[in-house]
């Protein structure tokens, strides 16, 4: 079996070969692994790896991906083709939009319909677990909505300020 | 003893007041807001009530609706936890006015000691050292300046007011002074309503080493031995312990004796911490007292064995300590790390959210005051913190090594966590040195990255997961509402206004 997974920024290919009883070979790069696993209850993983300390791993499957919890280290590894899917989907991601980081909720808002931004401008102020975020125009152009009120609570991808590029392109 | 009483907080602090209270037969009164209806510290209370919606005014920090509360539940007393309105002079009063028991330091000892220019002159008044600088705000520009020349720079502006870095700055030179001091005071007014400003020296490498203190309503005061608490971020403190590597048997007593003469000076009653700034050579200075119980406190029960909230409690029953300072025992060694819903490889970028898996680590000499479970939903409104994992053991080293043990025991899965951050913290060369001053982080931490010789392990457990675990198989996720995730949108935003 063939995967290809993201960790963070770095993908990597993984070939996987299941055997007889839980046992497997597998390969990333220049790095294989052989051994035996089990799930011993939900969530849990058990690796005897070959020549090597035994692997215990908790999982948990999100819509974003695999959480993975190994040697005392999270990561969340995700399906890499699938994660380009999606992001082409949605047209390259959030990063060209202002929507906040994380969860949020608005405590300050400064831009108005028909305002002209140039890049960088303060558009939002979001506030999450007593942290305060300033949301700024991902290029220059002007105003054409504004989504959100202060006190409304805001998510990633919620578009809370629709900007029209300026002709010029001045966006770096 | 009380019979019941009512705590005015939530999350892991309140749910370890509440495990106390339940060894003490007092039973318990938790408050809440709608998002925090399936909150940990609702499920252990002996009952619970709704403040109502979730913005902190609306529920945590509604001094009227909590003491209604109280009243309505027949509580006899109010924990405020830290945070909210623990330090609120005007929640302890209207607690007092309304006929219960407010169980911390009276609302007069409070005000003075929130008023940093009024605690400064108190200390002194006390014998207390406090760091060179002014004992009263100005903001006078001549005056500032001549006060400038006489404290010497580099020096520090500092809020009145307030704390946690809002409206301090650091001054290096004479013509820097102006413009710095109109920054300062406008932060301070936005942040605190006050625009107070003084100055003080700024000093260069200091630990942050504080005392806690136990004060009956009769008069005895103890200390409990100090806490080394310098490995911080923005100002917030994530990694503390006690013994602090820096003290030696006659510092710890000059300085535990400055501590109680701090909580003499003041009128202390019940638990409390006097912080202090240690430089290099030995020399120390009040920086503030905490008016309340602190998060690091764990570590502090761990070394004496003394069970700091049921010492709380007998103190606002006016029950008088039943030890005196020869009786206060020190073993071993304790470390405290925070685990907060944050980022580190991002700033420390808060991460709300569910937790989609928890195991709590557990073992010799491992303690995990905790506010969360599998299932739950961390909310955005309040302060990130999800529990405190504490270790004792025998030595310094041992406490490290359990430390490292039991951070990779704790499994928190769907938020990110610092976990592996702080495990390279405590076993990075200064750290097991001793060499921890306040700016540990800055110095040694700014470009930390997780370590990427764990990745392919983690790639083959994804592929194990899909093989043994097909019921719960990532595939599923393709149908359900696509949320991006943060890093997915990270794009144009930054800290701050």
């Known amino acids: 079996m063939q995967y290809k997974l993201k960790i963070g920024e770095s993908i990597a290919d993984l070939e996987f070969t299941p055997e007889e009883k839980g046992r497997f070979t597998a390969r990333v790069g ?69 929507t906040p980081p994380t969860p949020a909720t608005v405590v300050a808002l400064t831009a108005e319909v028909g305002q002209r931004v140039a890049k960088g401008d303060a558009l939002v102020v979001v506030s999450a677990m007593k942290m305060e975020f300033t949301l700024t125009a991902p290029y220059a152009g002007e105003v054409t909505a504004v989504n959100t009120k202060v006190g409304e609570k805001a998510n990633p991808g919620d578009i809370l300020v629709e900007i029209a590029p300026a002709e010029e392109q001045s966006d770096g | 003893m009380f019979e019941k009483i009512l705590i005015a907080n939530r999350g892991e602090i309140a749910v370890r007041i509440m495990r106390t209270a339940r060894e003490m037969g007092v039973r318990t009164v938790a408050v809440y807001s709608t998002v925090d209806a399936q909150a940990l510290h609702v499920l252990t209370a002996d009952e619970a009530v709704c403040l109502g919606d979730p913005e902190p005014a609306q529920s945590y920090l509604h001094s009227e609706k909590i003491i209604a509360a109280a009243k309505q539940t027949g509580a006899k007393a109010v924990h405020p936890g830290y945070g909210f309105l623990a330090e609120n002079p005007a929640f302890a009063q209207a607690v007092v006015d309304a006929g219960l028991t407010f169980i911390g330091p009276p609302a007069s000892v409070m005000a003075q000691l929130g008023d940093k220019t009024q605690a400064r002159r108190l200390m002194q008044s006390g014998g207390v050292p406090i760091i060179p600088g002014m004992t009263s705000a100005d903001d006078d520009p001549a005056r500032l300046a001549e006060a400038a020349e006489e404290i010497g720079y580099p020096l520090l502006i500092k809020a009145a007011a307030g704390g946690g870095g809002k409206g301090m700055r650091v001054v290096q030179a004479p013509g820097e002074l102006a413009a710095a001091a109109k920054q300062a005071a406008s932060e301070a007014k936005s942040a605190f309503g006050d625009g107070a400003i003084y100055l003080e020296k700024f000093l260069a490498k200091p630990r942050h080493v504080e005392f806690q203190i136990l004060a009956d309503a009769h008069g005895n005061v103890v200390h409990l031995y100090e806490r080394e608490c310098s490995i911080q971020r923005r ?233 043994l675990a097909p019921a719960a198989a990532i595939t599923t996720g393709e149908t359900r509402r696509e949320a991006p995730s943060p890093w997915q949108t990270l794009g144009h935003w930054h800290l701050g206004k």
């Not at chain 2, 008016?291 to 909230?309: C, K, M, S, Y």
């Not at chain 2, 001053?437 to 392919?456: G, Q, S």
């Open chain 1, 30 to 98: 220049e790095e294989t692994f052989a051994g035996q696993a089990h799930a011993p209850q939900p969530h849990r993983l058990h690796v005897q790896l070959d020549g090597a300390p035994a692997l215990d791993v908790y999982t948990a499957p999100s819509a974003e991906g695999l959480w993975v919890w190994t040697q005392g280290r999270a990561r969340l590894v995700q399906d890499a083709e699938r994660t380009e899917r999606r992001t082409s989907r949605r047209g390259g991601g959030g990063a060209k939009e202002v």
């Open chain 2, 235 to 467: 100002h917030q403190k994530i990694v503390e312990e006690t013994p602090s590597p820096a003290l030696d048997d006659a510092l710890r007593a000059r300085m535990g004796e400055a501590a109680v003469a701090a909580a003499k000076a003041a009128g202390y009653v019940n638990a409390g911490t006097v912080e202090f700034l240690l430089n290099g050579d030995g020399e120390f200075y009040f920086l503030e007292v905490n008016t309340r119980l602190q998060v690091e406190h764990p570590i502090t029960e761990a070394i004496t064995g003394l069970d700091l909230v049921r010492q709380q409690l007998h103190i606002a029953a006016g029950e008088p300590l039943s030890f005196t300072q020869d009786d206060i025992p020190r073993r071993g060694h304790a470390i405290e790390c925070r685990i907060y819903a944050e980022d580190p490889e991002n700033n420390f970028l808060p991460s709300p959210g569910k937790i989609l898996f928890h195991r709590e680590p557990t073992g010799p000499g491992v303690r995990l005051d905790n506010g969360v479970y599998t299932g739950f939903e961390v909310p955005v409104q309040y302060d990130p913190i999800l529990g405190k994992l504490v270790t004792w053991a025998e030595d310094r080293p041992a406490a490290i090594a359990r430390m490292t043990r039991a951070l990779s025991e704790c499994v928190i899965l769907g938020v990110k966590t610092p976990i592996e951050y702080l495990r390279a913290v405590i076993n990075a060369p200064a750290f097991v040195a001793g060499e921890t001053y306040t700016d540990f982080l800055a110095e040694h931490f700014a470009d930390w990255r997780p370590d990427v010789d764990a990745d392919n392990a983690a790639r083959l457990a994804y592929a194990l997961h899909e093989t």
